[in-house]
């Protein structure tokens, strides 16, 4: 195999397979000699297969297959084949500066003991776009402006697109928890245990790297989502006091979660109008700075008050919608499945008498076409007294039996998962059938949701309450087909069940 290198290049790729030939044919430029270093790609279970033919690559570079198991185990991977007795971390969006290995290189020579060196990692000119600004000023994104070159940086500057460490270091740190599958936590994680166990982190801001990365709104919130519930599991392990999320003494209990639960309740609507606001603020941005470029840091300044309230209000939402998530069980994309699931209801209309029958016309036009109507009757329908229609379906539930046996036909009748129980008048607004829906898909831990009196707010508003308003209920289908029963109706029975009840103000109420 040769001379023994001195840097083992370790660089993951899962999804970035165009971006990874500029790091390689950036690594194959560097000013170090080819033969001090070695390069091992990880390919973490890229389909198809990622293949190096084509690509300039520099001497001793190995191609390591596994099957996708994240950024940690595939760190860990190249670990365990790595010669050299430095170890230099990149993304494989990035792209060295030539000198970047010989820089990394001399910060580990001439004894001093075990040490961290980070590098810069900037986003190339066409990815730094406003969105990019303002999270870097919020210092929720490579905020290196927070940062002093030298030694004592913080272990959450821990960030591995550019950043080398001492192999003997890491090696008794135990390598990289693959306990954090996503690329998140997971090298700030490994950063905390070496700076407990005396490893120093520098900053060189001289150490360059580009990052071919582009960042949307969307993207970014949902990385944020991940932060908080990978801060869970961080949390778990080494305290929530080690890195407050929220500004505060936060732990991740269940008393943490019903908190921002309640949060998520308060803000749902609200959030979305100001995730709009933030989006329309930055998409505006963008396009004055493409028509002025010569005034970019003017425009950037001109509204950055409020386009820096919006993100962070924004940020927190999202990183307590993780917390929720990873306490309840849920990972972010199972919350959003969950609540695309939930989007779509059944409202659930309950015929006593004839004249209940009145209320069916109406009750189609306000399900539309974004929800079914099960109409349960407890008396004889003849053919021909409700309409042909599609969207609805018509059940016979007998008055002598309980609402518990009444539910094993209801749910029969329909796919929903959320379900609106409609009893009397005033009937929904198709407005509040859709916030209903919308608003059981913010925890697991929601059991019932009911209309409160208008209140006159500016937003749809949910509030934990000790009993739900009754006249129009919305629940889920776990949570009927859960119910041990017993007496009273199934919102009798949610408390015990530690489930939560919500009266939702509708706005403008």
Not at 388 to 393: F, V
Request: net charge negative; with cysteine.
């Amino acid at each position: 195999m040769g001379a023994t290198p001195e840097i083992s290049v370790i660089a993951p790729s899962y999804g970035d397979r165009e971006q990874l030939g500029a790091l390689l044919a950036s690594l194959a430029r560097q000013t170090l000699a080819p033969e001090r270093f070695e390069t091992l790609v990880v390919d973490d279970g890229n389909e198809p297969p990622l293949s190096l033919d084509g690509l300039e690559t520099p001497a001793g570079t190995q191609l390591i297959r596994q099957r996708h198991a994240g950024p940690a185990a595939a760190r860990n991977m190249a670990l365990r084949r790595a010669r050299g007795r430095v170890l230099v971390f990149v993304n494989a969006d990035g792209a060295l500066a030539d000198d970047a290995l010989a820089r990394h290189l001399a910060h580990h020579e001439g004894g001093g003991g075990a040490r961290a060196v980070l590098g810069r990692f900037d986003f190339l000119p066409r990815h730094r776009t406003p969105l990019v600004e303002v999270a870097e000023r919020a210092g929720v994104l490579f905020p290196y402006p927070r940062l002093t070159p030298g030694e004592g940086q913080p272990f959450w500057a821990f960030w591995t697109g550019n950043l080398s460490a001492t192999a003997a270091a890491v090696r008794e740190a135990g390598g990289f928890d693959e306990g954090f599958p996503r690329a998140v936590w997971e090298d700030v994680e490994l950063g905390y245990r070496l700076a407990r166990a005396g490893v120093p982190l520098v900053y060189d801001d001289g150490i360059g790297c580009d990052h071919d990365h582009a960042l949307t709104l969307a993207g970014w919130e949902r990385h944020a989502e991940w932060f908080g519930h990978e801060w869970v599991r961080f949390s778990r392990k080494h305290g929530g006091a080690t890195f407050p999320i929220l500004a505060g003494a936060d732990e991740p209990t269940e008393a943490f979660a019903w908190q921002c639960m309640a949060g998520l309740l308060h803000e749902h609507d609200a959030h979305e109008a100001r995730r709009q606001a933030l989006g329309a603020a930055l998409d505006g941005l963008a396009a004055r700075v493409a028509a002025e470029p010569g005034r970019r840091e003017a425009l950037l300044a001109e509204d950055a008050a409020r386009v820096d309230g919006l993100f962070v209000a924004v940020n927190t939402v999202a990183r307590m919608r993780g917390i929720v998530g990873a306490i309840q069980g849920l990972d972010p994309e199972a919350m959003a499945a969950r609540a695309a699931r939930l989007a779509r209801p059944a409202v659930v209309h309950t015929v006593a008498q004839p004249r209940d029958l009145e209320a069916v016309p109406r009750l189609l036009d306000v399900v539309g076409d974004r929800a079914d109507l099960v109409v349960a009757s407890a008396i004889y329908l003849s053919p021909g007294q409700l309409p042909d229609d599609r969207r609805l379906r018509a059940i016979r539930v007998p008055s002598a039996r309980s609402p518990r046996e009444a539910w094993g036909p209801v749910l029969a009748a329909t796919e929903a998962d959320a379900l609106i129980f409609v009893e009397g008048a005033p009937l929904p607004t198709a407005s509040a059938v859709r916030a209903l829906a919308r608003f059981l898909g913010v925890s697991p831990w929601v059991g019932a949701i009911g209309l409160a009196e208008p209140q006159g707010l500016a937003h749809t508003s949910g509030k934990i309450v000790p009993a739900a308003p009754r006249y129009v209920v919305a629940t889920t289908r776990e949570v009927l087909e859960r119910d041990p029963g017993g007496e009273g109706s199934f919102l009798d029975r949610l408390p015990q069940r530690a489930l939560a009840q919500v009266a939702l103000t509708l706005a403008g109420g």
